[in-house]
């Protein structure tokens, strides 16, 4: 554990860990009635029925659905290798003295940050066909998820721009190199570094964003969980696997974020507070 | 002219919104607290449970629970509205985010707020209500803002699973009327004022309270 929450409480004394045991009694014990009335409301809709269950055990089945997980993956890619570049030149454009390149950069963010992807997917789904711009359902999908994503990691990318020491920028232009020169080989490259966790997270979000392709009748993971859960006339059960799938694929997103965090925590200059220290010394203390 | 005669449709769409957000937003205040509770708590098990569920939610797509809420929770006896089948998911879901926020904040507090409050004699609850939830709250107003951002623009799944509210409405009325980029526009419009105003609401509230130093 690490912040202030230690610190909070004072060590429990005799009568403090007797109330902590009993507290943990009851906690196992509701939450043990929690998980039994669920069964119990599974149970006794028939949905525990074994043949509900056998199709996921069986490889063809399964490999619908991991089919269906490879094109999330594919749409996830093509998103985020067009909207992390374009997100980045967007924050450039944003911090721009010139106001012609800025003032589309701000709109551009401010409005597509405002906008639900759903609406997007709708407008290029039902609106432009009719006026004649009739795209691929892949990129159907894609472009709302790259016009919303792309201005979300703008402002991503101009968080970390602007964290950075203003020295940086100031010792870049005193060495003669030009704003392009600058941005480019002193700016971005300590800036990406400290932000990749960010970036993963913004990862996570393009990934749920590849959900609409339910909408768009996409054949990622969800619409082929739907197609699946009707044909094998088990949805709730087919609509649980999916989801377990996405708790798998974005928690391990997630460790590596971490991960990537705690190596990062290692180089002084990204250091913010040091908490564990601070921690280390009142545990001693006590 | 048509649109003028239909514009209704969009307004009660818009209202729909507005509750969903609402009940959702609240929902999600609630589940997220009692999470946060459960995380910080001695308890071992709430602890292992706070943990799980955070993780669990954080890591599912909106859209997933949604369609869960809706078509999965009638095949075990449960039957909701679409609205509050919605809302329950967005609640769910927002309630994870609503926890992290909540001790994001929490460990935001300086170290040396919460020394300092003990060594002058505070007790638990002294400290925490004098010195380390009045900062923890100042810090967490702009990050609540996001959060309540994105309830907003997550209601608009619902569109997906039918239940009504402004993106479905918009949807309906483009198919019914005709004229499709001219509703996607007002709704769009709606949307952008929505959020960027409460954008500046929450803005403001951070200038209001924040510390002057």
Known sequence: MRGVEPVLFD??????????????????????????????????????????WRPFT?????????????YTILVTLLCTVISMPAGAVIALGRLSRRRWVSWPAVAFTEIFRSLPTMLLILVFLLALPPVGLNLPTIWKLAVPICLTGSATIAEVFRAGILALE??????????????????????????????LPLLLVQLINLLKDSTLGYVVTYSELLYSGKILGEYVHAPIQTYLVVAALYMIVNWLITRLAHLIERRQGRLPRFRTRRVDDATAVTAAAE | MDIFSH???????????????????????????LIAICRISPVLPLRAFGWFYVEAFRAVPLLVLLVLCVFGLPWIGIVLSPFWSVCLGIALYAGAVVCETLRSGIRGVPFGQVEAARAIGFTFGQSLRHVVLPQAFRAMVQPFGNVFIGVVLG?????????QELTYATKVLSLSVGSPLVWYGCAAVLYIVVTLGSAYIFGMIERRVRFQR
């Not at chain 2, 209601?155 to 239940?163: I, P, R, Y």
Request: net charge positive; hydrophobic share 55%; charged share 15%.
């Open chain 1, 58 to 70: 069986q490889w063809p089945i399964m490999s619908f659905l991991l089919n269906g997980l490879k």
């Open chain 2, 155 to 163: 209601t608009s799944l619902c569109a997906a699973v039918g239940a």
């Open chain 1, 11 to 52: 060590r429990p004394g005799p009568r403090g860990r007797r109330r902590i045991v009993v507290a943990t009694v009851l906690a196992v014990l509701a939450l043990a009635a929690l998980l039994l009335l669920a069964l119990r409301q599974f149970d006794v809709h028939g949905q525990l029925a074994a043949d509900k």
């Open chain 2, 7 to 33: 514009a209704g449709d969009l307004g009660h769409g818009f209202v729909a919104t507005l509750e969903i957000v609402l009940v959702g937003f609240v929902g999600a205040l609630v589940i997220g607290t």
């Open chain 1, 166 to 195: 203003r020295g940086q920028t100031e010792a870049a232009y005193a060495i003669g190199m030009r704003y392009g020169q600058a941005m480019r080989l002193v700016i971005l490259p300590q800036v990406i570094r400290p932000l």
